[in-house]
């Protein structure tokens, strides 16, 4: 029943910021953990942040720790992915996803629900 629909993905120069959001319908995200994935052209898909349902523990890859931010806003039933000092290996289709735990883990077989995704492209 959960459903989470990603947008705010574009172009952008590198050393640009661009804000991800995902929005959820359906159901609640208050007791869901959140996390942000991201997959490139004949990549794997990556984990690039999660956030936790409760007590805000976050968790980020070393690649992106320090230039990008996740949040959550419970009031508009949404996540958002804060990304600056982009670099063109930061180019990637974008995907939320969400599962119904506490924990967020940066695997993304352990979640439940997924977004459509967003693409992000990094160019000059």
């Known amino acids: 029943q959960l459903q989470l629909v990603e947008s705010g993905g574009g172009l952008v120069q590198p050393g640009g910021s661009l804000r991800l959001s995902c929005k959820a319908s359906?159901?609640?995200?208050?007791?869901?953990?959140i996390g942000w994935f991201r997959q490139a052209p004949g990549e794997e898909r990556e984990a690039v942040s999660c956030?936790?349902?409760?007590?805000?523990?976050?968790n980020y890859a070393s690649s992106v720790k320090g230039r990008f931010t996740i949040s959550r806003d419970n009031a508009n039933n949404a996540v958002y992915l804060q990304m600056s000092s982009l670099t063109p290996e930061d180019t990637a289709v974008y995907y939320c996803?969400?599962?119904?735990?506490?924990?967020?883990?940066?695997?993304?077989?352990?979640?439940?629900?997924w977004g459509q995704g967003t693409q992000v492209t990094v160019s000059s």
């Open positions: 359906g159901v609640n995200l208050d007791y869901y953990a």
């Open positions: 996803a969400a599962r119904l735990r506490d924990q967020c883990l940066m695997s993304a077989r352990l979640y439940t629900y």
């Open positions: 956030l936790s349902s409760v007590g805000g523990f976050t």
